[in-house]
C-alpha cells in the first residue's frame, strides 16, 4: 500500500507561482513513476507531468516551460513549482503513484490550486 498527501494548493493571481507537495509514504520500491495530475469542473482528468524512478520527466504542452516536476527521494515527497499561472490552471490537482511490478496506481484527495485574472 502507499499513501499519498499533497499540499501547497491555495488562491494566486495570474502571473504567480505556487509549489505543491506530495508526501509518499508505504511500499515505495520498485521501478515507478509519480505524477501530478489535474482536474478542473466538467473536464477529464488530465496528466500535468510526470517523473520516472530514474529520473526523467515529462510535461503536458500546456505547461512545458513554466511547471516543473522533481522529487527528494530522502524525503519522500513529490514537488510541482508552478511559475506564471494562467487562469486555466485551475484546478484540482492530483498526486498519483505507479508500481511497474504490480500494476497498482494510487492517488492522493488533491488540493485546489485557483488562479484568479
Known amino acids: 500500500q502507499v499513501q499519498l498527501e499533497e499540499s501547497g494548493g491555495g488562491l494566486v493571481q495570474a502571473g504567480g507561482f505556487l509549489r505543491l507537495s506530495c508526501l509518499a509514504s508505504?511500499?515505495?520500491?520498485?521501478?515507478?513513476?509519480m505524477d501530478w495530475y489535474r482536474q478542473a469542473p466538467g473536464n477529464e482528468r488530465e496528466l500535468v507531468a510526470r517523473?520516472?524512478?530514474?529520473?526523467?520527466?515529462i510535461y503536458a504542452d500546456s505547461v512545458k516551460g513554466r511547471f516543473t516536476i522533481s522529487r527528494d527521494n530522502a524525503k519522500n515527497t513529490l514537488y510541482l513549482q508552478m511559475n506564471d499561472l494562467k487562469p486555466e490552471d485551475t484546478a484540482i490537482y492530483l498526486c498519483?503513484?505507479?508500481?511497474?511490478?504490480?500494476?497498482?496506481?494510487?492517488w492522493g484527495q488533491g488540493t485546489q490550486v485557483t488562479v484568479s485574472s
Open positions: 498519483h503513484f505507479y508500481l511497474y511490478s504490480s500494476g497498482a496506481g494510487y
Open positions: 508505504g511500499r515505495l520500491f520498485g521501478i515507478h513513476t
Open positions: 517523473i520516472t524512478s530514474g529520473g526523467d520527466t
